[in-house]
């Protein structure tokens, strides 16, 4: 769609890998026959995939760890380090869930390959015609490959981080002395779920505790007739007070992809267990209480 001011947005230039995994995802949700649900639009919200991966990594793994480039390393993992990082990312299931092993390599090794020029990155530039499928394919010769790696494993290293460590290990927020395990990634990378920690990549990984980016509220609201159903998450916990018992719940129920249903209309608060009331009162010029 062309023609609009500049304040909604550019035109005629390549969208961000995770506006496109938005579209993937809503033609995904679009095309189921029984219509869009909140449930499945609440999974869909917290989506984990990397579109960088999806669209990327099988032609970088081509290039990288093919058959022929993998002849001429050591048979030994160990003797060379990239051949084990092809295998951990061959295995990654292209999600940044916190259980997910490969998704801190693919970001640091991603991270590097963007800083190649995209006429040299991409086999397929970008066509304003197509917006949401170019650019496509990687270009980009082994050699370049292999150093954008190297310096990803040195990435790593240097930050005491595993290869083969799940996403946990370098995404996470603390409370306290609870350490929750968060899910998700930067916009870079193609993440839906934003989840991104603004300093460099050290021994504390993505740390969310320091200059934290990404999802704060969500809500979905559907109705059923005449009652309104809201679900909601609050990523970063009602309160700031590490004192406080909602310091860390919402953070919790984030991170476990817990929707909490929110009750509504005055029925549903008269029965919410959870209800307390506290009545406040003021004085009027006279100093009668009122």
């Keep these: 769609m062309t023609g609009y001011a500049k304040i909604i947005g550019a035109t005629a230039t390549p969208q961000t890998l995770r506006t496109r995994l938005g579209h993937t995802i809503a033609a995904q949700l ?9 449930d499945a639009l609440g999974h869909a919200a917290l989506d984990s995939r990397s579109m960088s991966a999806l669209l990327f990594k099988s032609p970088v793994l081509d290039r990288l760890c093919g058959s022929d480039t993998l002849a001429a390393l050591p048979a030994d993992p160990n003797a060379h380090p990239q051949r084990a990082a092809c295998k951990v990312l061959a295995a990654w299931d292209d999600t940044a869930a916190a259980d997910a092993v490969g998704a801190t390599l ?32 990687i270009a980009a010769d082994p050699p370049q490959l292999a150093a954008a790696l190297h310096d990803a494993l040195a990435a790593l290293q240097r930050a005491g981080i595993a ?35 603004a300093h460099p990549f050290d021994a504390s990984g993505y ?6 980016m990404g999802d704060t509220y969500l809500q979905i609201v559907s109705f059923a007739g ?17 004192a406080s018992p909602h310091y860390a719940d919402g953070t919790r129920d984030y ?3 817990r929707w909490a249903i929110i009750p509504f209309s005055e029925e549903a608060i008269a029965h919410d267990p959870a209800l307390s009331v506290r ?11 009122q």
């Design 30 to 38: 679009q095309s189921d026959p029984h219509g869009v649900c909140a």
């Design 106 to 137: 693919w970001d640091e090794l991603w991270r590097r390959l963007l800083t190649i020029r995209p006429a040299q990155l991409y086999a397929v530039p970008f066509d304003p015609a197509k917006p949401l499928t170019t650019p496509a394919g």
């Design 163 to 197: 290869i083969d460590a799940p996403r946990s290990v370098a995404l996470y927020v603390q409370r306290n002395d609870e350490r929750i395990a968060l899910f998700g990634g930067c916009d870079a990378g193609g993440y839906f779920t934003s989840a991104c920690a």
């Design 207 to 212: 740390s969310m505790n320091v200059k934290p």
């Design 226 to 242: 005449a009652q309104v159903i809201a679900r909601t998450l609050l990523a970063p916990s009602e309160s700031d007070d590490p």
């Design 255 to 257: 991170a476990a992809q």
């Design 279 to 289: 009545t406040v009162s003021s004085s009027d010029s006279e100093g009668k209480a």
